[in-house]
C-alpha cells in the first residue's frame, strides 16, 4: 500500500471519531461544577431569592398525583419536564398537571442515551413531543432538558430551532437510586443548593430504581421548608429569572405565579 493510500485510510478513520466527539462534546455540561460556574443559564441559575422546583420523567398515573397534592398542600407551582411518549400513555394526568397550575416542559420523547450522532432523529422527536404536549395540555413548552443531561450538538440545535431553552439544574437528590430515603434526598440537595438554584426531582420511577419516588416525595415538606427558612420562595422555572429573563405574564403561560392560585383559564387543546 502506498504512502498516500495509507494517509487516506487514516484519514477516513479519523473523521468518524471526530464527528462523534464534537456530537458528544457539549454532554459533559451535566458535570455540576463546569456547568454551575462556567455556563449559570444553561444550569438553571436565577434570582437570588428563588429556587425553582422541577421534577423530570412523569407523567405517571400512580405517583404523579400524590406529589401534585404534596405541592398543592405546601403551595408551591413547580415544572415537570414530561416525557412526550408518557404524555401519550397517560394524557388526562398531564392536563391533570397544568390544570392545577404547573408548568410542562419538555424531556424529550423517551428516555434514552444519544451516544452516537443522529440530528435528525433529534430533532424529530423533540418536535414530537412538543407537538404531543401543546396538543393534549394546551400549553406551548418553553424549557428543554435531555435525558441524563445528556445536551449533545443535535439536541441542542433541534432545541434551539423549536424556540426551547435547554436547562438543566444546580442540585439533585440522587432520588432515582435503589437505597435513596427521604433524609438523604433532603441532604443531597442541601449540599448543593443555592440561592438562585435549580432543584432536579423525579415524580415517577419510570427510568430510576422502582418505588424511589416515594423518597422524593416524603423529602418535599422538608426541602421546602429549608428554603423557605433561608428566605428563599419556590416556584417553577417560570418565575425563576434564568439569565436575567424577566416573569412571563400568566396570560402568555396560562401558569400562575402567585402560590396557591389557580390558572386563569382551563387549558384547551390547541391553545397556545
Known amino acids: 500500500m502506498s504512502e498516500g493510500s495509507r494517509a487516506a485510510r487514516a484519514a477516513c478513520a479519523v473523521v468518524p471519531v471526530a464527528a462523534a466527539l464534537a456530537h458528544i462534546g457539549p454532554a459533559a455540561t451535566w458535570l455540576h461544577g463546569p456547568r454551575r460556574l462556567l455556563l449559570p443559564a444553561l444550569a438553571g441559575q436565577g ?19 400524590l406529589f401534585l397534592d404534596v405541592l398543592d398542600g405546601l403551595g408551591v407551582r413547580a415544572t415537570f419536564f414530561v416525557l412526550g411518549e408518557n404524555v401519550v400513555r397517560h394524557p388526562a394526568q398531564a392536563r391533570e398537571l397544568a390544570r392545577r397550575g404547573h408548568e410542562l416542559a419538555v424531556h424529550g420523547w423517551s428516555h434514552d442515551r444519544p451516544w452516537l450522532p443522529s440530528p435528525a432523529r433529534d ?20 424549557w428543554y432538558r435531555p435525558p441524563y443531561g445528556i445536551l449533545t450538538t443535535g439536541r441542542w440545535a433541534a432545541a434551539r430551532r423549536l424556540g426551547l431553552r435547554p436547562v438543566l439544574w444546580t442540585a439533585w437528590g440522587k432520588d432515582w437510586r435503589r437505597d435513596a430515603t427521604p433524609a438523604s434526598v433532603r441532604a443531597t440537595v442541601a449540599a448543593d443548593l443555592r440561592e438562585g438554584g435549580t432543584v432536579l426531582l423525579h415524580d415517577t420511577d419510570h427510568a430510576s430504581a422502582p418505588g424511589s419516588w416515594r423518597a422524593a416525595l416524603a423529602a418535599l415538606p422538608g426541602l421546602v421548608g429549608d428554603c423557605r427558612a433561608a428566605g428563599l420562595e419556590v416556584g417553577p422555572l417560570l418565575d425563576h429569572g434564568v439569565a436575567g429573563k424577566t416573569r412571563v405574564r400568566e396570560a402568555e403561560s396560562g401558569v400562575p405565579t402567585t402560590p396557591g392560585a389557580v390558572p386563569s383559564r382551563s387549558p384547551t387543546p390547541g391553545q397556545p
Open 47 to 65: 434570582r437570588p431569592d428563588h429556587v425553582a422546583l422541577t421534577f423530570d420523567d412523569g407523567p405517571d398515573p400512580v405517583s404523579t398525583p
Open 123 to 142: 430533532a424529530r422527536e423533540l418536535r414530537r413531543a412538543v407537538q404531543v404536549v401543546r396538543e393534549t395540555t394546551g400549553r406551548t413548552p418553553r
